[in-house]
């Protein structure tokens, strides 16, 4: 059944763009998290934001289980985006969602992005350090996401909040723990790669780990923060964006 409501949300004002910015966010988050970003970039990039099931306007439906069919649905809302200048954004969970996504455009024979931005993300390919998450009992699981520092504090000393979106949070760390990279061509479109310096879930040679996947040209910027440094520091990340889209 087709849901209803779209995959693709606008947080930029309606006006003519020169370059659209599809965003995708991180494991338990949701579109939102970007509805500050346009205030960042200049005004001829629109941004916007995949809107995942399981959350805001679409909390009842349930959430997808593997990178594969969220690539699957997105495509058909990416083929209009695709008609004029892209760049992907993904977020940790959403970095293997956006490189998936570039792939999948390129099978089907739609124009790669200008550029993929991923931040806070293992390269593909890479080991999972952190395998069975999802499956852990409910005070493991939390103390985890407390440990990994990957989950807002407001969040997890939230009980009523948390058993609310425990079973979001083990569908998108489940999703993560199922991924596996397949090998294949590298994009031949420039990647670039933010890293948080403390943050304790991705290392500085994971991050690096995405450079064999370009063919063009490869950047890694390591940022003062931690796993949510493209947030907390959102308009150094967009400056960074903006100025590699400017050529």
């Known amino acids: 059944m087709t849901s209803p409501h779209p995959w693709l949300v606008h947080h930029s004002p309606p006006g003519p763009a020169r370059l659209t910015l599809v965003c995708v966010h991180h494991a338990g988050g949701n579109f939102r998290v970007f509805k500050d970003w346009p205030g960042h970039f ?56 956006a490189f998936e996504l570039a792939r999948g455009l390129r099978a089907a024979g739609v124009s790669l992005p200008k550029h993929l931005f991923v931040a806070c993300g293992r390269g593909p390919g890479l080991p999972n350090r952190y395998p069975g998450l999802h499956d852990l009992p409910t005070a493991e699981f939390l103390a985890e996401l407390r440990r990994l520092e990957g989950t807002p504090l407001e969040l997890l000393d939230n009980p009523e909040m948390m058993d609310a ?52 040209a490869f950047t890694l910027r390591m940022l003062a923060g931690g796993h949510f440094v493209v947030h907390e520091r959102a308009r150094a990340v967009a400056g960074h964006i903006a100025r590699s889209l400017s050529t």
Not at 57 to 81: C, G, K, N, T
Request: aromatic share 8%; glycine share 8%; hydrophobic share 45%.
């Open 165 to 216: 979106l425990l079973p979001l949070f083990r569908a998108d760390f489940g999703l993560c723990d199922r991924y596996v990279h397949r090998p294949g061509m590298p994009l031949e479109c420039p990647v670039t790669v933010f890293g948080g310096v403390s943050d304790p879930t991705v290392t500085r040679a994971e991050c690096a780990g995405w450079r064999e996947h370009t063919s063009a």
């Open 42 to 97: 200049p005004p001829d990039i629109r941004v916007l934001a995949v809107s995942l099931p399981g959350r805001v306007q679409r909390f009842a439906e349930s959430p997808l289980l593997h990178v594969e069919a969220i690539v699957d649905a997105l495509l058909p809302s990416m083929r209009e985006v695709a008609d004029g200048p892209y760049a992907l954004f993904g977020h940790s969970m959403g970095a293997f969602i």
